[in-house]
């Protein structure tokens, strides 16, 4: 449920648009001096018809086109400037609310990445942004300019012959309930387009890639009756949405016909009983024309405002979302914080890890998944986790990892609370292999120096060259400079498991923790693994989350966990000796390893 906010929210913004504020009150005040301009020209059309036609003299021509062409150059050097500015208020308002959006986003914490999907995510920090920079630029200048132009017009008029002004003043209350009328009713089909739009869209999408499920499952007549159904009612309503706006056209060109027919009868009777000069009329037939179409981009200016409060409510529901894990003040003031690091106060992380009558639940979830739990993990053991898929085996490295903080209890980091140092801190002392790896786009030295910016290359090949990774790199043909492609999108999974257990291992880790970083590699090539990871643990205090169990019989520690909690935990021997649920994990995956090689 979003915030109530004050006037649309354009209160709770300012603070992100505040250096903007005296380049838009610039960009207001030319915008109003041009619009003064465009209401007076009509005024020398006046002067040209009363004085060197009417009169038959040339004796001012000379001043005349002196003062036309002044006003035109002083004119064009207002919209030149207004132009650029709101171009720069635009760009740099998208840019600063971008830059302030996605810096946020590095402060959030797991939680909120589980509960907000990537597209949601997305169009906070591109779309919406950008909505409001041409919001807070262009349509303000629109509605300065026309309301500053009616203002004005109206003021000539007066001046000239308030009778026929408030003639004409009759049709804005008029007009504007007509536009608004129809603006309304564009505004909510042309909505419907888009989300139609995006309905045939999805189903162009899943008709390619899903192209062999499709013709596997025989249903190309289902997706193909679906597509034309959405493809019908787009066309209904975009034909519907084309006749509203023609009437809309049509209306304002009758109300445009309208204020001209009353400026030539009352006007027209007025010259031909000589109390209007020909000049004069022609002002007002003129502004007569013009004064419909600013009221109707100032109705669209109001309809805008209401739709970018939905973007502005979004915006800021983002900025105002704050992390679940976060640094007390205390500690920031020391440490720095993720932007602003203090590394000069930055002690070394020896591995030392001790859970001390910790409970958890996660944020969106109702049960405990630890409750009063109580470990000890000395610099250089290796912690084994195990269980099923789904059991919950991440929660204990989420933890020690301080994505997640504890409801209750203590995780010590050598002896000291995690929450008494940064969390950037505690990061710089990780290294983390994910389950599905990810790759950064650029070449693989950019992606390993991650990890290590100052690294060199012969720091690289040896971090490849411990986890048997050289012939990956060999065979991408460009060495360190072969691309990666978006995401590592050129690589396997197991290519990009392999360089990023190589990344891991550059940033030289206290603590190491590798996400079940076997799963998507051949068997030659986790031999090869298992045995850099002897290598590499070696003095540093792990966590290996683990599937095949295999894997894990060396481990000084094994946690086994089962519905989202820790059940049993010792070492292999001892929980073998135990006969209880770790047992039946490792002896039916060694019967499934056992047939499945006998197959």
């Not at 600063?96 to 996605?102: G, I, P, R, V, Y």
């Not at 309905?199 to 007549?221: H, M, P, R, W």
């Not at 019967?591 to 006998?598: F, G, R, V």
Request: aromatic share 10%; charged share 20%.
């Amino acid at each position: 449920m979003h915030k109530k906010r004050k006037f649309f929210g354009l209160v709770d913004l300012y603070p992100y648009i505040r250096k903007y504020t005296k380049l838009i009150i610039i960009m207001v005040i030319l915008g109003i001096g041009s619009s003064i301009f465009d209401s007076i020209y009509p005024l020398f059309n006046r002067y040209a018809l009363n004085h060197y036609i009417g009169k038959h003299t040339l004796d001012t021509l000379p001043y005349f086109m002196a003062l036309y062409i002044i006003i035109l150059v002083i004119q064009v050097i207002d919209n030149f400037i207004s132009t650029y500015i709101c171009a720069k208020v635009e760009l740099g308002i998208g840019r600063d609310l971008k830059n302030a959006s996605f810096n946020h986003l590095q402060t959030l914490s797991f939680s909120y990445f589980n509960t907000n999907n990537v597209g949601y995510i997305h169009a906070r920090v591109m779309s919406d942004t950008d909505r409001i920079g041409t919001f807070m630029t262009w349509r303000i200048m629109d509605f300065v300019w026309n309301a500053s132009y009616i203002v004005a017009v109206f003021i000539v008029m007066m001046m000239i012959n308030w009778k026929l002004a408030c003639l004409l003043l009759i049709l804005l209350p008029i007009a504007t309930v007509l536009i608004s009328f129809f603006q309304r009713r564009l505004i909510h089909l042309n909505r419907q387009i888009r989300e139609i739009n995006s309905t045939i869209t999805g189903d162009f999408n899943e008709g390619i890639t899903g192209a062999k499920t499709i013709k596997t499952l025989v249903v190309e007549d289902k997706i193909a009756h679906d597509f034309r159904k959405d493809t019908k009612e787009m066309r209904q309503t975009s034909i519907h949405a084309t006749h509203y706006s023609a009437l809309f056209t049509a209306s304002i060109t009758i109300m445009s016909a309208i204020a001209l027919a009353i400026v030539l009868d009352r006007g027209g009777m007025l010259t031909k009983q000589g109390l209007m000069a020909i000049g004069t009329l022609s002002v007002f037939m003129t502004y007569a024309l013009n004064m419909i179409e600013p009221i109707q981009y100032i109705v669209e200016v109001f309809s805008a405002l209401i739709q970018v409060q939905a973007n502005i409510e979004r915006f800021m529901t983002l900025m105002e979302t704050e992390s679940d894990v976060k640094d007390t003040p205390a500690v920031i003031e020391k440490y720095g914080d993720t932007f602003h690091p203090h590394y000069e106060n930055w002690e070394d992380l020896h591995g030392d890890v001790e859970f001390k009558d910790v409970s958890f639940k996660y944020p969106d979830g109702e049960e405990m998944v630890l409750e009063h739990f109580n470990l000890k993990v000395p610099q250089g053991t290796n912690v084994a986790i195990v269980g099923e898929t789904g059991a919950g085996k991440s929660t204990l490295v989420n933890l020690v990892c301080r994505f997640f903080e504890p409801i209750s209890g203590q995780i010590l980091i050598d002896g000291r609370d995690a929450k008494e140092r940064s969390q950037l801190w505690l990061h710089s002392h990780l290294g983390y292999v994910l389950q599905t790896p990810h790759l950064f786009s650029g070449s693989v030295r950019d992606n390993l120096r991650y990890a290590k910016p100052d690294a060199t290359d012969e720091d690289i090949w040896k971090a490849i060259d411990l986890v048997s990774a050289r012939s990956v790199v060999d065979h991408m043909g460009h060495g360190l400079d072969s691309e990666v492609g978006e995401g590592g999108d050129l690589l396997s999974t197991g290519e990009k498991q392999l360089l990023s257990f190589a990344r891991a291992i550059l940033a030289n880790p206290a603590i190491l923790v590798l996400d079940e970083a076997t799963s998507s590699i051949d068997t030659v090539t986790e031999k090869a693994i298992q045995d850099a990871i002897q290598t590499v643990i070696k003095g540093r205090t792990s966590f290996m989350i683990a599937h095949r169990l295999s894997t894990v019989v060396d481990a000084d520690v094994i946690l086994v966990v089962r519905d989202g909690k820790i059940v049993e935990q010792g070492n292999h021997q001892g929980l073998m000796a135990q006969k209880g649920y770790y047992y039946k994990l490792y002896t039916r995956q060694y019967e499934d390893d056992a047939t499945i090689k006998a197959l």
